[in-house]
């Protein structure tokens, strides 16, 4: 199981879709979100950091609500930003998350 990402690639923004492997409790919560109607979506920007954003349900103007977002340098700080995304994100929406 991992967490599915739409990734924006350079340069013209094409989508394609990619999984992030985690944790499965990081993963469970990351599928409660899915199950909202939540996404998440990743592009390495030309600075080579990583922007990763989750986007909540759709608000009354039909327009998705940013959960939380991280910036990171693309490397291994990746996963714990995952990871942090994913519980900013449930705290948002007040999701119980296992401690």
Do not use: W
């Not at 950091?49 to 990171?72: N, R, Y």
């Amino acid at each position: 199981m991992a967490i599915p990402f739409t990734q924006y690639l350079r340069p013209d923004g094409r989508e394609t879709l990619i999984t992030i492997e985690r944790s499965l409790e990081i993963e469970n919560v990351a599928r409660r979100l899915i199950a909202l109607g939540c996404r998440f979506e990743a592009e390495v920007l030309r600075t080579n950091h990583l922007s990763l954003e989750a986007l909540g349900p759709k608000d009354e103007d039909g327009d998705p609500t940013t959960l939380a977002m991280e910036i990171v340098p693309n490397g291994p700080g990746v996963p714990d930003a995952v990871d942090r995304l994913v519980l900013e994100a449930a705290a948002s929406l007040s999701l119980e998350v296992p401690s």
